[in-house]
């Protein structure tokens, strides 16, 4: 059976990159590596609009998660958590570990965090050292108002705003210089379209200063001996070799492509998904404020979700995603980001229309397709 990825990670990989990735590996501080290196990180600077380094972690993205908690913050110190999902509750675990003090601001799942309340919590308490949150919240499939929320941090010098930016980096604008967006985190196996294994972060002079005052552990991940080698076009360890090669020949197509053009594509592969869904009668589990890296869809009544994604796999050979906790069976994801385009939402809703008809749920064919059709063909 034929396989197809349409998970919001990891997500398939272009040609190009992996025959990039399958050549000999050479040496991390021969000479011919170096201007590997150098090309991926102004690349990355690019994509994250930024002239802040962009240091590369051998790790998935939580272990840039923990960088931005370890080199930033000390036992004590007061972090606010915008928790509206599976990786929002990361953010405060990941803190806790470290002995930070966390306070929450926690939306139900499927809503967004209102800017507002960011603003009222730092004013009450401006001990606050820094904010975290999800520019894209992949278990709800919400997407929160980074440019808003970032407004409301610039200004105070003694707090920092700390952008889990994995779902969002390559898929919508997050403007990390403009905005004032201290630290941005991303990891390779999103929109990067690569294998899972590389975490990239930004950190801007004001966080800089910050880590220059923590004293958490921080053997591996530090992000100053990072920097540091960054310079020189290494990296404190050995390199991941062959994904760096990888995640330059990816930069370098999304450069080809041009970076409106990459978030012109998300937003028209995102609106086709929801319209499909929709003319199937199906409702879309966001509130508010969906991420365009993936949708989220409600189960249909008296239809079990996990099994849709099941059959998805198991009939058609799609790997989606199903729902995580308390909405284990209740919803179904779809990934529509990094290296997808017109047929792979194609094929995700009429394998979703022949999943249901299967299940027993009235579906009349084409529906969804055609509804998806009328947006892609304005390409
Ligand atoms: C994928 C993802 C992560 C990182 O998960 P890893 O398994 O560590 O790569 C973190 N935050 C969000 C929003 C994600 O989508």
Known sequence: MKKYLLAPGPTPVPPEVLSAMSLPIIHHRAPEFLPVLDEAKKDLQWLFQTKNDVMILVSTGTG???????????PGDKALVLNGGKFGER????CQAFGVQVEEIKVEWGYAIDPQTVKAALDKDPSIKAVYMQASETSTGVAHDTKAIAEIVKPRANTILVVDAITAIGVFDIKTDDWGVDIVVTGSQKALMLPPGLACVSVSDKAWAMADKAKNSKFYFNLKKERENLAKNQTAFT???????GLREALKMMKAEGLENVFGRQQRLADATRAAYKA??????????PSNALTAVCAPAGVDGQQIY?????KYGITAAGGQDHLKGKIFRIAHLGY?????????VSATEMVLKGLGHPVEFGKGVAAAQEILCKK
């Open 64 to 74: 840039g998660m923990v960088a931005s908690v370890n080199n930033f913050l000390n």
């Open 310 to 314: 099941k059959d998805l796999r198991v």
């Open 280 to 289: 199937l009668g199906m409702e879309l589990f966001p509130k508010q404020s």
């Open 340 to 348: 997808a385009d017109t047929f792979d939402v194609i094929t995700a």
């Open 239 to 245: 390199s991941a070799v062959s994904l760096i090669i």
């Open 91 to 94: 953010w405060t675990k990941i």
